[in-house]
């Protein structure tokens, strides 16, 4: 990664930019999950306005 400061190559594990000393904000990683059962919901949405669609014009 990058420092933002900086612009300076550092690890990906560290805290703190050994050149500027900007210390760096740890993120929680993010669960896969969420963004499945997001795209899953979108999915069950768009099915059932296009039967809704369907059954209007039939």
Do not use: H, N
């Amino acid at each position: 990664m990058q420092c933002p400061s900086c612009e300076l190559s550092v690890p990906d594990a560290a805290r703190v930019c050994p050149r500027c000393g900007t210390v760096f904000a740890r993120q929680p990683p993010r669960k896969a999950g969420a963004a499945s059962a997001i795209i899953v919901a979108a999915a069950v949405v768009l099915a059932a306005l296009l039967v809704v669609v369907w059954l209007y014009f039939v």
